[in-house]
């Protein structure tokens, strides 16, 4: 239950959000400020205060979610003590805290217990000595050639970083599928009930189970043994990047999923009930109107918008019939959030569509465990060859609890 504060200062966005909407509804899709009747002075003022108002819903956007993390972990806190409670009571194992995986062995630590690399040689090879006889002028090229030594820096290749994890709450589970209650049904008849002769009215419920099931997302890398030996650092450069290539395909998964096993259920495409509509006008009106149907048609706070680079591009250079840059001009770093919804910029998104959306509440996921990272030389004939296969997995839920709660804009 949001907390009394969080409600107010959701009325307060909502209200801003609507008066900054009327605004720009004023101004026409020729975005011409001067036919805005409440706003006073000439184009450069009316745009200080439309910039301002933008500015303060971005203040207030960051309230808004600072207060729903703060109810969330308040709720998350309760929700854990009970359980604490309910496993003493039945004699059970107290739950694992989060994070409180099992300790796993790092690659690096698997190879320096195993028998090979306790046999091996000495570090230290023979020093070699030799005389030179020097008749001529001795020069890099024809001479004693310097050495070069590498730095030990490894650029990476450009990866797409991860984009929108981090926005969705996350969660711990034990099982091989998350499921949950969702009333499908709800009939309020409350009802003014005159005294000694009025009636109670008669509501009704209906729960209907879900489930998301657990997937596995894997990769492996053959590696040789001398690979690993001779080059200090790389059991630990592997770790990371078979962990990011993992934590990618998860993030990608999130909006991109089909549902379709063993894939992830994801918004764009697996969420059934989502809402959607075609761009047909103006950009700002378009994503206030999504917000406006998360908040309806959801019964949802909308708090994220999710956009492709390219797509931005457009709405932040948009400017108004005299040429002034309508989110701020080009020295101005430009907006974290608009209508107070938090901007996420990533080609995690197609390009020409966007995403509006509740993900404070609506929406999880849930690891049964953490990464874990296998090392072996019994695939195929890879013991005879000197290769040892690396891979590396976890498994993770993601149940969008309340589809309705996102709308996408298409031709964006």
């Known amino acids: 239950m949001p907390s009394a504060k969080l409600i107010e200062k959701r009325k307060e ?200 099931t657990v997937r596995k997302i894997a990769v492996n890398l053959p590696v040789t043994q001398e690979q690993l030996e001779d080059v200090a650092g790389i059991e630990s450069f592997i770790n990371s990047r078979l962990s990011f290539f993992l934590r990618q395909r998860f993030d990608s998964q999130i909006v991109n999923g089909n549902g379709v096993a063993p894939n992830l259920a994801g918004l764009l495409l697996a969420a059934t009930g989502i809402q959607t509509f075609v761009l047909a006008g103006d950009r700002f009106d378009a994503i206030y109107d999504a917000a406006r149907r998360v908040r309806v048609t959801g019964r949802a706070s909308p708090n994220v918008y999710v956009v492709h680079p390219n797509d931005w591009q457009i709405v932040r250079l948009m400017r108004t019939d005299d040429g002034l840059y309508i989110l701020g001009n080009p020295n101005q770093p430009g907006p974290e959030r608009i209508w107070g919804l938090q901007i996420v910029e990533g080609d995690v998104i197609p390009e020409n569509t966007c995403l509006v959306g509740d993900f404070a509440n609506f929406i999880q996921y849930f690891e049964k465990r953490g990464i874990e990272i296998d090392i072996t030389d019994s695939h195929a004939s890879e013991f005879i060859s000197g290769i040892l296969r690396i891979r590396a997995s976890f498994r993770v839920a993601l149940p969008v609890y309340r589809p309705a709660a996102f709308c996408s804009i298409t031709g964006f």
């Open 13 to 212: 966005l909502e209200a801003k959000q609507d008066k900054l909407h009327g605004y720009l509804k004023e101004a026409g899709t020729e975005v011409d400020l001067m036919k805005i009747k409440d706003l006073t002075g000439d184009s450069t003022a009316r745009l200080a205060e439309i910039q301002k108002m933008n500015a303060e819903l971005e203040d207030l956007g960051k309230v808004v979610d600072g207060l729903a993390s703060l109810d969330a972990m308040v709720s998350s806190d309760a929700t854990r003590q009970k359980a604490i409670e309910d496993a003493a009571r039945k004699g059970l194992p107290l739950p694992p805290a989060k994070g409180g995986d099992q300790e796993q062995k790092s690659l690096g630590r698997m190879f320096v217990e195993s028998k090979a690399y306790k046999e091996r040689s000495g570090n230290n090879g023979p020093v070699s000595t030799f005389d030179v006889d020097l008749k001529t002028t001795m020069t890099t090229a024809a001479g004693f050639a310097p050495q070069a030594i590498r730095t030990g820096k490894v650029v990476e290749f450009a990866h797409r970083p991860i984009q929108v994890t981090d926005i969705v709450p996350d969660g711990r589970t034990d099982q091989a599928a998350v499921v949950y209650m969702e009333e499908t049904t709800s009939t309020s008849n409350a009802a003014e009930a005159a005294e000694s002769t009025g009636t109670y009215g008669e509501s009704a419920f209906v729960f209907t189970q879900r489930t998301a």
